[in-house]
């Protein structure tokens, strides 16, 4: 045991360790704090002084790029100076880093394309190809019917006129021969229908894409391929639209021409003076073709030829040149013409003084008529209900639409008493002796 009033050996050592045990750490950490800055430590604890921060600084720059992480170890070496300078130029690491992340981000914006215009394609052409209509491009008629004088015969029905008789199969017109047995022609390969030997009268073709061409020496006059790219054109008496098929026109010296492309941009234009969507036909005289090209749209530059597009007025052509397309043809613009169903649009008139001729309604009740149609009476056109009459009120210079069909009222319609319409339970009757209106009662 010890003596009282002494402390044991063991007890004073642990007493000097407690005392000086926190001294020693402080001591070390103040040394730590002091050199940090030129040290290699990576620098994972944020309380570090100018080291960690750089540190810091170094990792977030390695996303943005190897180029920044380089310039943040230099940053580390100038804090090395003093602890407190290394505090703030490790801040200056942290800011560098960040700065490399939004140039990253600013890297990844891409431009947007530009949109592409389109045009505006042109009116669709009348019917065709059905029984009793039109024959469509290169000879041609739906399911197999036959095209005579430019009018379709359903297949199955009788071949009449042209020269042709029988019935009409698969575009060919095949009658009784002789021998019991069928005598087909107008198709490709075969005679033509009612033609003779060479020279004129020559005969017709029936199939789609078929032409009839004379015989040398004294041989029947054939059916030949027409219409296709490259092949000759088809019947000189069909319409110019008619002669090739769609996309094709007939080119060339006339006793040579073939069908060939047109309505793209470069090309000539289509019959009709039509182009593909988004080009316009320009005319640039001087006896050279209409051609196709960009221009012409509303809002830019004419065609040669001082020609717009659809939907556009030229203003300000000299000689055919230069000028821009105005919009027209819509409610209270410009109109396109000064006349007729391409004036404006559907619904609308030209109307006005000559030099300010706008689009407004028309056609109904008090309306000015709308340009007349196929059919329809010749001083313009109205809904359904009116007529077309000239305005008295104006001394009958313009025209105006006026109810029909009730009873006491005009008939509707123009034509023969018989064509012409009235309200249910009313008849169209001529007016009396002395040569009155037809009304309706």
Known sequence: MNAPGRF??????????????????????????ACGSSSSINGDSGAGGGSTTTGAGGSTTGAGGSTTGAGGSTTGAGGSTTG?????????????????????????????????????????????????????????????????????????????????????TSGSCQ?????????????????????????????????????????????????????ASGAECCAATLPAASRCDTGLSCQGAAAMQTCMACGANGDVCCPGNVCNAGLGCANPGGGMPRTCMMCGAPGGACCAGAICQ????????????????????????????????????AGLSCQGAANARTCEACGGAG?????????????????????????????????????????????CGAGAIA????DTGLMCMAGGAGGGAATCR
Do not use: K
């Not at 005679?191 to 789609?208: D, E, F, K, P």
């Not at 064509?419 to 009235?422: G, P, Y």
């Open 419 to 422: 064509t012409r319409t009235c």
């Open 175 to 227: 009658r009784n021969g002789a021998d019991g047995g069928t005598v087909p022609c107008g198709a490709v390969g075969e005679a033509c229908c009612g033609g003779g030997g060479g020279g004129a009268g020559i005969g017709t073709c029936t199939a789609a894409g078929a032409i009839c061409v004379a015989g040398a020496m004294g041989a029947p006059a054939m059916c030949r391929a027409c219409g």
């Open 8 to 33: 044991a050996r063991s007890s004073c050592t642990r007493i000097r360790a407690a005392v000086f045990m926190p001294l020693t750490v402080f001591a070390l950490s103040v040394g730590l704090v």
């Open 310 to 345: 659809a939907g556009g007025v030229c203003v300000g052509a000299m000689g055919g040149m230069g000028g821009m397309c105005n919009r027209c043809g819509t409610a209270g613009e410009a109109c396109c013409a000064n006349a007729g169903p391409t004036a404006c649009s």
């Open 84 to 168: 407190a300078g290394g505090s703030t130029t490790g801040a200056g690491g942290s800011t560098t880093g960040a700065g490399g992340s939004a140039t990253g981000a600013g890297g990844s914006t891409t431009g947007a394309g530009g949109s592409t215009g389109t045009g505006t394609g042109g009116a669709a052409g009348p019917a065709c190809g059905g029984p009793g209509q039109a024959c469509c491009a290169a000879n041609t008629c739906n399911g197999g019917g036959c095209c005579v004088n430019n009018a379709c015969i359903a297949s199955g029905s009788l071949c009449m006129g042209g020269g042709t008789a029988g019935t009409c």
């Open 367 to 411: 309306q000015t008529c709308c340009a007349a149609v196929a059919g329809g009476g010749a001083l313009g056109s109205c809904n359904v209900g009116f007529n077309c009459a000239l305005n008295v009120g104006d001394g009958g210079a313009g025209t105006i639409c006026n109810a029909c069909g009730a009873m006491g009222q005009a008939c």
